[in-house]
């Protein structure tokens, strides 16, 4: 699921985030998709419910121009 472009905190690295997932895991789950893409997103969907558990998500999106070409979710919260 794509989040709402409110939810984006900063653009990251592309490289640095490679590296903190993994060369392997990258290729496997990130890289081809976001190939030739103009910047990388750390986007954070949560937010805590009135029992004070998380909901949502975490993670990276790749954009070209204004579309989105992958994401790429690090946490989810049930």
């Not at 990251?12 to 976001?34: A, C, P, Q, R």
């Not at 030739?36 to 954070?44: K, L, P, Q, V």
């Not at 975490?58 to 919260?77: A, D, Q, R």
């Amino acid at each position: 699921m794509v989040p709402p472009i409110d939810d984006l905190v900063s653009e990251i690295d592309s490289l640095e985030f490679k590296n903190f997932i993994g060369e392997e895991y990258s290729e496997l789950y990130f890289s081809k998709e976001s190939k030739g893409a103009d910047s990388f997103w750390y986007y954070n969907n949560s937010g805590k419910m009135e029992n004070g558990m998380m909901i949502g998500t975490e993670g990276v999106i790749s954009l070209k121009g204004c579309g989105v070409m992958s994401e790429f979710t690090i946490v989810i919260y049930n």
